[in-house]
């Protein structure tokens, strides 16, 4: 009878503390594509904290910044600028993981490269090299068509406005790789995996200028909603999600994203991204 | 006039106010359709020259349409591209073919028709410096190899500031110039320095310039000919008159010849049968010439119409031959001895004096007197005698040849003309006769009759009288001698 009283206390405890979690992410995709791609990881989260998890896919990434600081959210989905602008924003904003991918070079990293390529009938095998020719990034917005190649070019002491003859943006890393190939332009920053996928499309025709350091892949943070422990324990949730499991075979259907999982690392792995913040914009808008 | 003449000059006066009118009408014909077909030509040419200038309309349409776009300006400003394509690339039509976005320093930003083809220097270009320079071009001018109607216009940020240019343009091609002329029977060819197209292989006829506004541009002696690709329709109107003039003219000539060959036939067979008549009228003829001329004259050719005519006038000739015949019996007959009257006797004579003459051959004659014949009348009255006269006429005609002519000369007097007989032989007959008689018997007269013979041969230089008078006086002696004997005057 005394057993049967501390079971039916401990299901009364355990029903009172039981919480309802929301979890936000911005479009990056088309809405509907990411909630298929984030709902099982919703469910395996939900069945293995006995919380519930329910996801939100905002207008924008203002609005996801809004919510978080209004506390309206407790975790959210966010890539590696926005964390970082987030964090300096809120400072309270806790780090939990950060996704992890196979690599086309067959490592499995949480971060990528961006990569400052040429073509090799342009005879270019240096950065210095390309002076006065025609480059393309591919949108200011751009984590590693933009903002790791100007730390490349920072690095470099270039500005890339006056250092090429033009400079233009073509929104796409594959568009960058086309613009190469028909000898529009002759250098262009594209990430790793746009390389490695021409590299299988054209052959070895592009020569690798320079490369940017690691670029962090996005990471899951928590409001200060979550409390610290909680936050912990839903971090080494994710660490632990098999890579067999629904939630990361999502990713590969819903998205196309080669996951392995997450991996919790030091928050100072995002410090990097910060240099790109303070790299001159050369804002050619007036 | 003759009646082939009037038929004719009637029938060829006809046909020539047919022709004539027929001419008349076709001409008005072929008037009002070059009259249509002149104004369909210039609908055409205005419909063409309308087509060209909704063309330069696109082009600058299209360009302000871009210009006024913030998002252009903005991607002029920052080099974007991406968006300059995905924008411009919306407006690529039939009638664009080619935005191109560029920079100040004539680098092209984007071009809409290719994604990945960019950051190329322009700034060489016509058009380029002169939108520059003047704000605007409209004309011909290379883009990127090909020659191209262009619109080229500065972009200006705040209506103020250049910041670059944007080009639209068309290719000049065969196909632009289809599209120009598509449904009309016009062609149009555009000629330059550097290339000539037309809608058609062959030349344009009545070509005309077509009126375009626009700026000399690089490209030398480039302008476009509108005309007729052929003036096939009005070939084909002008064969038709021709045709239908030849058509009528050979026709009238055919029915002219058709009449005339059978006027010839049917008047041929009148003209034949009317000359036989003719002849008969005026004694070329005589009825029985008549007669075998109107049969030979028919034969299975002969129409319908003329054999009835024919075989008519042939039994009326019949008829008119039998009732001369009967006539000219009557009328050279003794009516109570069937033998030839003296009438018939004298031509006979005069006929046989013509040959002998021509012929310098010879006759005989013989007068013939029945011994007191009035006596016979007297005794046994007019009947017996005339019984007597028949009798004796027929009992001389068995007696003599049947080329001897034998006739009454009146009363009981009787002439016998031998032909080719010489005095013996006519005394010879003339016995023999005298002896047939004296030896006949007569049916109502019992009494022996006999007959005296005057003979006479054909001298040179004789006429009726002179033979007839010798033959008489040979008859009076017989007479005087006794009668019942013959004597003869040589």
Known sequence: MLLRLVVFSFFIFASLHAKEYIFATYPSNTPSKIIQALTPLMEYLSAQSSDTFKLVVTKDYDELTKRIEEKSIDFAWVNTKNFVLLKEKIPSLQYLVTYLEHSKNGQITPYYQSFIIAMKDANITSLEEAKNKHFAFTDKESTSGYAYPMMIFEAHHINPYTFFQKVFFLKKHDKVIEALINHSIEVGAISDGTYYNALEKYGDRFTILATSEPIPLDAIVASENVSHQESKRIAHLLENIPLNSPAIKAFEEHLGWASAGFVRKNERFYETFKRTLKVPLYETLQ | MKLYNKILFLTILQLVAIFIFGIYQIQSLYLTQKTAFDQKNLIQSEMIQKRFEEKLEVLQKTAQILINSQEVITGIISNDTDMLYNWSKLFLSPSTDKIHFIDLDGTVISRGELEFRFADDVSKRFYVQQ????????????????????????????????????????????????????????????????????????????????????????????????????????????????????????????????????????????????????????????????????????????????????????????????????????????????????????????????????????????????????????????????????????????????????????????????????????????????????????????????????????????????????????????????????????
């Open chain 2, 131 to 490: 939108a520059l320079h003047n704000d605007t071009f409209l004309g011909i001018d290379m883009v990127d190899g090909e020659e191209c109607l262009v619109y080229a216009k500065r972009v200006k940020q705040y209506g103020q500031k250049t910041i670059g240019i944007i080009s639209v343009a068309l290719i000049i091609d065969d196909a632009f110039l289809a599209s120009l002329v598509e449904g009309t029977t016009m062609g149009i060819a555009y000629h330059s320095q550097n290339q000539t197209l037309s809608t058609t292989k062959e030349k344009l006829t009545n070509a005309a310039s077509l009126h375009v506004m626009l700026q000399a541009g690089s490209i030398k002696e480039a302008g476009f000919n509108i005309g007729f690709t052929s003036e096939e329709e009005l070939n084909a109107l002008k064969e038709a008159r021709t045709n239908l003039f030849v058509g009528i003219g050979l026709a009238l000539i055919a029915l002219v010849l058709a009449l005339h060959f059978t006027l010839l036939k049917h008047l041929k067979e009148y003209k034949a049968l009317s000359q036989v008549l003719i002849d008969f009228y005026e004694d070329r003829l005589d009825i029985k010439e008549v007669m075998s001329t109107i049969k030979q004259s028919t034969t299975e050719q002969t129409t319908p119409e003329v054999k009835k005519i024919a075989e008519a006038l042939f039994n009326m000739s019949q008829k008119v031959a039998d009732t001369q015949n009967v006539l000219e019996h009557l009328s050279s007959t003794d009516q109570l001895t069937s033998l030839s009257n003296r009438r018939r006797l004298e031509e006979s004579l005069e006929q046989k004096l013509k040959e002998s003459k021509r012929e310098e051959s010879f006759f005989s004659v013989i007068m013939i007197d029945i011994d007191r014949f009035k006596t016979i009348n007297d005794t046994y009255g007019h009947e017996i005698g005339d019984h007597v006269l028949i009798h004796t006429a027929h009992l001389m005609r068995e007696s003599i040849r049947e080329s001897d002519i034998l006739g009454r000369w009146g009363g009981e007097e009787f002439l016998l003309i031998l032909p080719h007989t010489s005095l013996e032989g006519a005394l010879v007959i003339a016995e023999e006769i005298r002896l047939k008689i004296y030896h006949s018997t007569f049916e109502h007269y019992p009494q022996r009759l006999t007959m005296s013979l005057g003979v006479s041969m054909y001298r040179i230089g004789d006429t009726p009288n002179s033979i007839l008078r010798r033959a008489d006086n040979a008859l009076y002696r017989a007479k005087n001698n006794g009668r019942n004997r013959v004597e003869y005057e040589n």
